[in-house]
């Protein structure tokens, strides 16, 4: 066991396109593990989000729901990827995508990182849930980017083994 677990505090801002609800629950489920352990946490929606806003957190996540039936068919719809348009170009601007789905996300990603990548973002990790709840694997890919700032030089708080424990959020 240990006696100081070492946390990174920053501002993380996630950014989503919802249609049924489902990715705003999602988003927000997000929100409030990054809040448990590594600071703030500003969820939004895609209409309610500033260029300022994106250029001013130290992670950004965007995400949307699952356009599309097939399997290499799945894209944003088309007011994410009016939003995207609209980013700002940003280099190295650290970036976890989200999506959420019905039977497969098949190209989703690939996608997103196409409207991203040649306005410089850097795409950290991947997240999916079909049901707005995190996963394993959810828990993971956000567990990395958010550990990827550990060693970037952003405010470290210290908190004691028991905080930790008592924070930690239900699945």
Known sequence: MFNI???????????????KGTTKK??????????TFDG?????SISETTPQDIKSCDLLLLG???????????????????FANKLPRLEGKET??????????????RNMKKQLEPKGYKILS???SRDGKMDYYSFVALKFALNYH?????????????????AVPAF
């Not at 999602?26 to 809040?35: C, D, S, T």
């Not at 976890?96 to 497969?104: D, G, K, P, R």
Request: contains cysteine; proline residues 1%; glycine residues 6%.
């Open 64 to 82: 949307t729901w699952t356009n599309g039936r097939f399997l290499f068919g799945q894209k944003p719809d088309k007011a994410w990827i009016d």
């Open 126 to 128: 991947c997240m999916k």
């Open 5 to 19: 677990k070492t946390i990174v505090e920053m501002k993380a801002l996630i950014v989503y396109n919802s249609q």
């Open 26 to 35: 999602y988003a927000e489920k997000i929100g409030r593990y990054i809040e």
């Open 96 to 109: 976890v995508l989200f999506t959420t789905y019905n039977i497969l996300t098949g190209s989703m990603f």
């Open 40 to 44: 703030n946490a500003i969820v939004k």
């Open 150 to 166: 550990t060693h970037s030089g952003i405010r470290v708080i210290q908190r004691t083994e028991e905080e930790v424990l008592e």
